[in-house]
């Protein structure tokens, strides 16, 4: 039974960062494809940055330059480094993984099988 469990959410003001961390049991990050979104109220869920087996990554327009993926194996482990947060950002941030090799790296959502609950985002300006 695949796990994901998200954590490193919080508040933090506008220009402030925070690392997102996703840990994986019954799954082993870095052999197919994981990614970060995120949703806020009332609005779709989007990706905002994934990774492929190989380490290629994609990044959302609205993230980019600011936010990063990556993935360390020997602690099962996913991050999302986010930098230069704005109030834009607030969401709820998903980790999700794919049950099959993916690649490219892809930024929606129907290819991903597993996701986790979730950890909530608020930068405040």
């Known amino acids: 039974q695949v796990q994901l469990v998200e954590s490193g959410g919080g508040s933090v003001q506008a220009g402030g960062s925070l690392r997102l961390s996703c840990g994986a049991s019954?799954?082993?990050?870095?052999?197919?494809?994981m990614a970060w979104f995120r949703q806020a109220p009332g609005e779709e869920r989007e990706g905002v940055a994934a990774i492929d087996a190989r380490g290629s990554t994609e990044y959302a327009d609205s993230v980019k330059g600011r936010f990063t993926i990556s993935k360390d194996k020997a602690k099962n482990t996913l991050y999302l480094q986010m930098n230069s947060l704005k109030p834009e950002d607030t969401a709820v941030y998903y980790c999700?993984?794919?049950?099959?090799?993916?690649?490219?790296?892809?930024?929606?959502?129907?290819?991903?099988?597993?996701w986790g609950q979730g950890t909530q985002v608020t930068v405040s300006s």
């Open positions: 019954g799954y082993t990050v870095g052999t197919r494809g």
């Open positions: 999700t993984a794919s049950a099959v090799l993916l690649s490219p790296p892809l930024l929606v959502p129907g290819p991903y099988n597993y």
